[in-house]
């Protein structure tokens, strides 16, 4: 841990205002490493799309909105296109305002996985940390962060080791996990509760395996999160009897981990690598156990038997058979592993350790151990 304190700009991610659920996992992200950060004293300025809110105050932190257009998620496009940077984009026009502020900082960390602010790294004097939030999607991504690695590794973190083994880097990855604000999480429980399913609802998010593993176990599935494909979303509600799905909708963090912290266990089914998994941890911090496809960034969360159970990918048997045995995992066993590996204190203090080291050039393979 470093004992001076730093000031850090935090670039938010352009597809969409903090709060709006388009980002995805990575506004939470933000959210907690902010006050993670200035609980260890440092000040830091957000620039974040118009309407962007932080649910707290603090004298060490400002807060810059910016106005434009949304800019397009690299998950909906293919990965041979280009970069697409529509007219009155808010993705340059966040990188216009940090600019402005660059000599007043020490750093900046970039939250957008986007290719312009990995190409400023390249060109401006300023040290720009990125912390890529996503499994390559992209070629002309893959190959911008390829080059980041080999021109300035110390400026290149990821969530997860597996997920760092999507991209081809010049040398060991860094790897800070995530983390998230203990207090607004309270432990539940409970052990009779309906089964419970979150992310955006989307195919590559695997929704209609958990539907169907709850249809065949006759249980109701609590599902959470803003429906990104209505199409998507009508044919899994037309597949299966009408009641087994309880629609939730995208809920602020208070009252989302309210009903999580009900679920007897929860499901897990994504059909790409996901770099990390933020819905595991917020039901482990919940107490309540995961059952998961042993897929990327999940695989590295769920001891197996501990705080949940991983199955093999598209296994539908394997998880119907794990979720029996959710009753053998103490709920106490989920919350203490959330507190020791991702509080959003732990979260920091890795980030903290990481910029430090990158400023001085002491490049450290990996903060977790």
Do not use: F, H, M, Q
């Given at each position: 841990m470093i004992?001076?304190?730093?000031?850090?700009?935090?670039?938010?991610?352009?597809?969409?205002?903090?709060?709006?659920?388009?980002?995805?996992?990575?506004e939470l992200t933000i959210i907690s490493l902010i006050k993670g950060l200035i609980l260890l004293g440092h000040k830091i300025t957000l620039v974040a799309p118009k309407g962007s809110k932080v649910p707290f105050k603090s004298d060490n932190l400002e807060i810059r909105l910016i106005d434009g257009i949304d800019q397009p998620s690299w998950q909906h496009q293919k990965e041979t296109d280009p970069v697409l940077i529509p007219s009155n984009s808010v993705l340059p026009k966040l990188w216009d305002a940090v600019l402005e502020l660059e000599n007043e900082y020490d750093a900046v960390i970039n939250f957008a996985y986007d290719w312009l602010p990995l190409w400023l790294t390249k060109t401006k004097g300023i040290k720009i940390f990125h912390l890529i939030s996503m499994g390559a999607e992209s070629i002309v991504m893959n190959e911008i962060i390829s080059q980041i690695s080999q021109l300035f590794p110390f400026q290149l973190a990821f969530h997860t080791k597996r997920q760092s083994r999507d991209y081809s880097l010049n040398s060991d990855p860094i790897i800070v996990g995530n983390g998230f604000d203990k207090d607004n999480y309270f432990f539940n429980d409970n052990v009779n509760g309906p089964l419970g399913w979150a992310g955006r609802i989307a195919?590559?998010?695997?929704?209609?395996?958990?539907?169907?593993?709850?249809?065949?176990?006759?249980?109701?599935?609590?599902?959470?999160?803003?429906?990104?494909?209505?199409?998507?979303?009508?044919e899994i509600e037309n597949t299966f009897r009408k009641g087994i799905i309880n629609w939730k909708g995208f809920l602020p963090t208070t009252k989302f981990q309210e009903q999580l912290g009900d679920c007897r266990a929860f499901i897990n089914t994504p059909k790409w690598n996901e770099a990390y998994g933020n819905v595991i941890v917020e039901a482990l911090a919940c107490g309540v156990p995961v059952v998961a496809y042993d897929l990327g960034g999940p695989g590295e969360l769920i001891e197996d038997g501990f705080n949940g159970f991983l199955v093999q990918p598209n296994d539908l048997e394997g998880m119907k058979k794990a979720i029996k045995l959710v009753s053998k995992i103490k709920r106490r066993n989920c919350r203490d592993w959330f507190e020791k590996n991702a509080s959003n204190r732990v979260f920091a203090e890795r980030v903290e350790n990481w910029i430090n080291k990158g400023l001085n050039k002491n490049i450290s393979a990996d903060f977790q151990n």
């Open positions: 004992n001076n304190k730093l000031k850090l700009i935090l670039v938010s991610t352009p597809i969409g205002y903090l709060g709006s659920g388009r980002g995805g996992g990575v195919p590559e998010k695997g929704l209609e395996d958990a539907v169907k593993i709850a249809s065949d176990l006759g249980e109701k599935l609590l599902v959470w999160g803003i429906i990104e494909d209505k199409e998507y979303a009508s």
